[in-house]
């Protein structure tokens, strides 16, 4: 089976996936049980997809403040439809404002 030399496998690729999609499984039921804090998964999510090229979907970074890497919850985070049929996401900690198309 021929390999590239170095270079990152499928089946790796598949792994980290697989990791981020654990960790943001992780952020729902932190707050009943802490397995990892909520800005521990944040750091890790994006350590992984930095390093094994994974670009994270929409529905994953709206899940987070890119810039204070802090996790929305309902208390920090301002949602809004635009007319245009964005939607506005404003992280309260920090002030950052996202657009998303839906
Ligand atoms: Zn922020």
């Given at each position: 089976?021929?390999?590239?030399?170095?270079r990152?496998?499928k089946?790796?690729e598949?792994l980290?996936?697989?990791?981020i999609?654990?960790?943001?499984?992780?952020?729902?039921?932190?707050?009943r049980?802490?397995?990892?804090?909520?800005?521990?998964c944040?750091k890790l999510?994006k350590?992984?997809?930095k390093?094994?090229?994974?670009?994270?979907?929409?529905?994953?970074?709206?899940?987070?403040?890119?810039?204070?890497?802090?996790?929305?919850?309902?208390?920090n985070v301002?949602?809004?439809?635009?007319?245009?049929?964005?939607?506005?996401?404003?992280c309260?900690?920090?002030g950052?404002?996202?657009?998303?198309?839906?």
């Amino acid at each position: 089976m021929p390999r590239g030399r170095g270079r990152r496998t499928k089946f790796q690729e598949k792994l980290a996936r697989e990791r981020i999609e654990k960790l943001f499984s992780f952020l729902h039921y932190n707050r009943r049980s802490t397995i990892i804090s909520p800005d521990k998964c944040v750091k890790l999510v994006k350590l992984i997809s930095k390093r094994y090229n994974q670009r994270l979907s929409g529905k994953d970074k709206s899940k987070f403040c890119r810039k204070c890497d802090s996790v929305f919850t309902a208390s920090n985070v301002r949602f809004r439809i635009s007319n245009k049929g964005w939607r506005t996401v404003t992280c309260l900690s920090c002030g950052e404002i996202y657009r998303f198309q839906i």
